[in-house]
């Protein structure tokens, strides 16, 4: 079985990580302007995006398919991802998620930008969903 590689995702691949996200029925996207990192065991089993926000970056469409879930994945990706970035980095997740990301040094004490405090507000009238902050110096 070939090494495990977690790595930045060259734009002209892109696709590639949509294409990921719907063979597992996610509704999650590639934000386009933003910067996106896979895991690939062979081909892709984990993504996220960073996309730039005032203040830092916005964290989106962290999955990992279900086959290598439970292996910290998720930790080791975000970790590399947000290595050497400024400022905070926010994400906007189900309640139910929230220890995990805790797990990562995100916490809920944390202040949104405008942008993401208003999407916030519209997320929320659909479906419960919580904001949570990492900030560069808790980043090790």
């Not at 892109?14 to 896979?38: C, I, Q, T």
């Not at 830092?56 to 290598?68: D, I, K, M, S």
């Not at 400024?86 to 944390?110: A, I, K, N």
Request: proline letters at 7%.
């Amino acid at each position: 079985m070939p090494p495990l590689h977690i790595e930045p995702l060259a734009e002209p691949l892109w696709p590639l990580l949509n294409k990921f996200y719907r063979s597992h029925n996610s509704s999650m996207k590639a934000l386009k302007g933003g910067r996106l990192w896979v895991v690939r065991d062979g081909e892709i089993v984990a993504g996220l995006c960073l996309s730039p926000v005032v203040g830092g970056q916005w964290l989106t469409g962290v999955f990992v398919a279900p086959t290598h879930r439970g292996q910290g994945l998720a930790a080791r990706l975000i970790g590399e991802a947000v290595a050497g970035i400024e400022g905070t980095v926010w994400l906007l997740c189900h309640p139910d998620l929230e220890r995990l990301y805790q797990r990562m040094g995100f916490s809920q004490d944390t202040v949104l930008p405008q942008s993401l405090s208003e999407r916030l507000v519209r997320y929320k009238r659909n479906k419960p969903m919580i904001a949570m902050g990492l900030n560069a110096q808790d980043k090790h």
